[in-house]
Each structure stands twice: as structure tokens, then as C-alpha cells.
């Protein structure tokens, strides 16, 4: 592996530059009309333009970003997340064009993209899913016998879904066949692929997600969880490691479920098991990534470990390195998402930054893709920034947290860090004793 392109954009592409350039890997950016100014496009060893700002005439046009691979001699790509990064064709393409995939295999990722077949390996394989159908409801009538069955509330969700999009809680029927419809109509839209089905909802839910990396020979390891519960419209906000909720038995059995998981499928590379737990600590599988999560810094700071370095090690054929009993959590992390957006309407606040000064402390760590000038556009994902914030106890990396978000200046546009603010003030989450429902809660709270 000699040259990477990044078929990505923004923060995540510099976080990728960053590691290539310490182990002596050239990097290519790729960059639409809107980005040209970007920081990520100037930090890379080369870089090529792709097309206009929509992601489908730029970063999702695939024969626009390998005709860049192949201009510029290109060994390898790196999807970074989102946009092409779960998109078997494209990882498929990649291979057929001899270029290095980093990530799994297009067979994995076509596997597990698919919500009900991932609940069908994982069921084979002796990893706990949450009660519910295995097969899709084809009508509304179907969908309301499958819940019957099951027992309401229930989850109605988009078998190719992602984000929360295709995805509602039901509470009795009624509300389920309304809901059929328009969920399915979303799915379609957003996936090409509009098949629905049920399964029982959680109380008391926390999303906590399991580290994995699985090399080439059959090494496959956990490491170790990150806390996801902080959502806003099933969309994470803030994350951090270890969870405050788990036990240490509690986290070695589910680190060994997302480990049995991730040999079910014969895992390659660096991915995350989502899992859902309920207030009494039973966890459910809930998804695979096979991809970087935005959330890795978290996992990052927690251990020492470079994820980004893991994967192109993988990548290349190595063996995984360290052996399980090597990963520990040696201090407490905590991201927090800054997007640009109204922190009271939540509504998406482009614009230009006329002055961005990153907070400098000790224990802070900032992931970025902008800088003073930047012109925020309508185009893609509102997130700036994450500031990642560790230290040798929880309420340690709180109060720092706190004090990175209040020495942020960004002037121009809107952000959400008074918000971000608010969460770390708050003192349920203060206490670790939040849900998923916990931001839906406060809003309801405040009304």
C-alpha cells in the first residue's frame, strides 16, 4: 500500500491523512466544487476534483472517483463513513478494479446491510436479538398480525434502514398501519428497498456499541464498548467510553457477543456491533457496521490504540497485533457531535464561519474539517467538529468537556454547543443514568 485515495470528505478525511502520513503512505483527496477550499483537500498529497456539490454528481459518483484512483495511481481507498462506505457494489468495484477495498469484504457488507438477514446470521449464530419477526411483513395487515404476536409497543423498521429513517415506535395498532405506509414509502425513497418488519421495543433502552477488528488469519477481537445513548431522533450526539451503566460482567459478556458476532460472518477489518440493553442489563443485537464510526476518537483515547492504523494494517495482511487481554480502557472519553445548526430549532444554520478557534487543552482532542472562512453549505452532513475530551476519572473528562465547549469560539453561524453544554450540566447525565430517550425527555421536560 503505497497511496490512498479517500473517497471523503472533511474531518474524516484529514483524520485518515493524518495516520497515512505517519506510517509514510501518500494520500489523494477527492472534492466537489463546494469543498475546493476545504483544509482536507490541501493536507493531501494530491487531490482531484470530482463534479458539482450533490453528493450523487461528486462523493457518490463511483466512476468519477476511480477514474481519480486511476490518475493518479492510486493502490488502495478508504471510504472513511457514510457516503460509499457500507455500499458493497462500490467495494466490489473497487476489487475488480485491483484496488485495495479498506474495509470488509462486499459479501459482509451486503450481508449485514440488510437488517433482517443480520437477524438471521446473528440468531444462527447464538448472538441475542430482540424478539420480533424474521421474515418482512408484506402489508399492513401482515405487519399488524406479526405485532399481535409480539406483544405492543413494537419497533417498525426498514430492513435497509439506517439513521432512524424507516424506523417508529408503535404503541397499538391504529398507530401501526398508519405508520406502514409512510415508513415504507421512506425506505423506498431513501434505500431503493421499501421492505418493512416488526420487532418488540425496549424499554429503558441504551444504544451501547462493541469495538471489533478481525484480521485476515482469523483473529478477531472486541475492543472493549462505547455509550451511544445520547440521541436526537435516533441520530448520536454525544458518546462515550466505558459506558457508566455496564458491569464488568455485563461488558465481558456482551465484548464476547460482538466478537461471536463478528466470527458468524468472518469479519475483516475494523467494525462496530450495535447493540440495544435494557434497564436490567439484557442486550439485543441490533446492527453491524462494517465500516469507521464517527464515534471511533472515543474508543481511540480510551485505549491509546489508532483505529485508522489498524485497519490499513489489516488491510495489508497483517496479524492483528495485541491480544485481547491487552486492551484496557485506561482513561474515561467523551465526544461530543458540533454541528452547525440552531440549538433550540435543531434546524441546519449554513453560512460562512467569520472566526473558528478550537479550544487548546490538555486532554482535549479536536477533529475538524473547517476554519476560519469556511462556507458551511446546505450540501452535506451539518457536523464541523468533534471534541473529544479524556481524563483519568468520568467526571474528570465532564468537567473538561465543559470547559473545551465553553473556550469555543465559532462566530458566523449557529451552533449547537449552548446545547451540548446543557447535556453535560445536566445531572441525570451527570449521575450516567440516561436512555436513548433522555434528550426527548429533557425537551418534554422543558415544555
Known amino acids: ?259 461471536q458476532a463478528a466470527r458468524a460472518v468472518g469479519y475483516t477489518g475494523v467494525g462496530t456491533v450495535e447493540f440495544i440493553v435494557d434497564g436490567n442489563k439484557q442486550f439485543y443485537f441490533l446492527e453491524m457496521n462494517t465500516r469507521l464510526q464517527v464515534e471511533h476518537p472515543v474508543t481511540e483515547e480510551m485505549t491509546g490504540l489508532d483505529l485508522v492504523a489498524m485497519q490499513l494494517d489489516i488491510t495489508r495482511g497483517k496479524k492483528l497485533e495485541l491480544a485481547q487481554e491487552q486492551i484496557k480502557a485506561i482513561r474515561h472519553a467523551i465526544e461530543l457531535r458540533v454541528y452547525a445548526e440552531d440549538p433550540v430549532t435543531f434546524m441546519p444554520s449554513p453560512g460562512t464561519i467569520t472566526l473558528y478557534q478550537a479550544p487548546e487543552l490538555e486532554g482535549v482532542r479536536i477533529d475538524d474539517g473547517v476554519e476560519t472562512g469556511t462556507q458551511v453549505t446546505p450540501f452535506y452532513d451539518p457536523m464541523i467538529a468533534k471534541v473529544i475530551a479524556s481524563g483519568a476519572t468520568r467526571d474528570e473528562a465532564i468537567e473538561l468537556a465543559k470547559r473545551a465547549m465553553r473556550e469555543f469560539i465559532i462566530t458566523g453561524i449557529k451552533t449547537n454547543i449552548p446545547f451540548l453544554l446543557e447535556v453535560l450540566e445536566d445531572e441525570r447525565f451527570q449521575k450516567g443514568d440516561y436512555t436513548t430517550r433522555f434528550i426527548q425527555e429533557r425537551k418534554q421536560k422543558s415544555v
Open 1 to 259: 500500500m503505497r497511496k490512498v485515495l479517500i473517497a471523503n470528505r472533511g474531518e474524516i478525511a484529514r483524520r485518515i491523512i493524518r495516520t497515512c502520513r505517519e506510517q509514510g503512505v501518500s494520500t489523494v483527496a477527492v472534492y466537489s466544487d463546494a469543498d475546493k477550499d476545504l483544509p482536507f483537500v490541501r493536507e493531501a498529497d494530491e487531490a482531484v476534483h470530482i463534479g458539482p456539490p450533490p453528493v450523487p454528481h461528486s462523493y457518490l459518483n463511483v466512476d468519477a472517483i476511480m477514474k481519480a484512483a486511476k490518475e493518479t495511481h492510486a493502490d488502495a481507498i478508504h471510504p472513511g463513513y457514510g457516503l460509499l462506505s457500507e455500499n458493497a457494489a462500490f467495494a466490489r468495484r473497487c476489487l475488480e478494479e485491483g484496488l485495495l477495498f479498506i474495509g470488509p469484504t462486499p459479501e459482509v457488507i451486503a450481508q449485514m446491510g440488510d437488517k433482517l438477514t443480520a437477524r438471521q446470521v446473528m440468531k444462527a449464530a447464538g448472538v441475542p436479538i430482540v424478539p420480533g419477526c424474521d421474515e418482512p411483513a408484506q402489508s399492513a395487515d401482515e405487519a399488524a398480525a406479526m405485532a399481535a404476536q409480539i406483544g405492543y409497543p413494537v419497533m417498525l423498521k426498514a430492513s435497509a434502514g439506517g439513521g432512524g429513517i424507516g424506523m417508529q415506535v408503535c404503541h397499538h395498532e391504529e398507530e401501526l398501519r398508519q405508520a406502514y405506509q409512510s415508513a415504507k414509502g421512506r425506505a423506498k425513497a431513501y434505500f431503493g428497498n421499501d421492505a418493512m418488519y416488526v420487532e418488540r421495543y425496549v424499554d429503558q433502552p441504551r444504544h451501547i456499541e462493541v469495538q471489533i477488528a478481525g484480521d485476515m488469519h482469523g483473529g478477531v477481537m472486541h475492543i472493549l464498548e462505547r455509550e451511544c445513548s445520547i440521541q436526537r431522533r435516533h441520530q448520536k450526539v454525544l458518546e462515550e467510553s466505558p459506558s457508566p451503566f455496564l458491569d464488568q460482567d455485563t461488558r465481558e459478556r456482551l465484548c464476547a457477543a460482538a466478537v
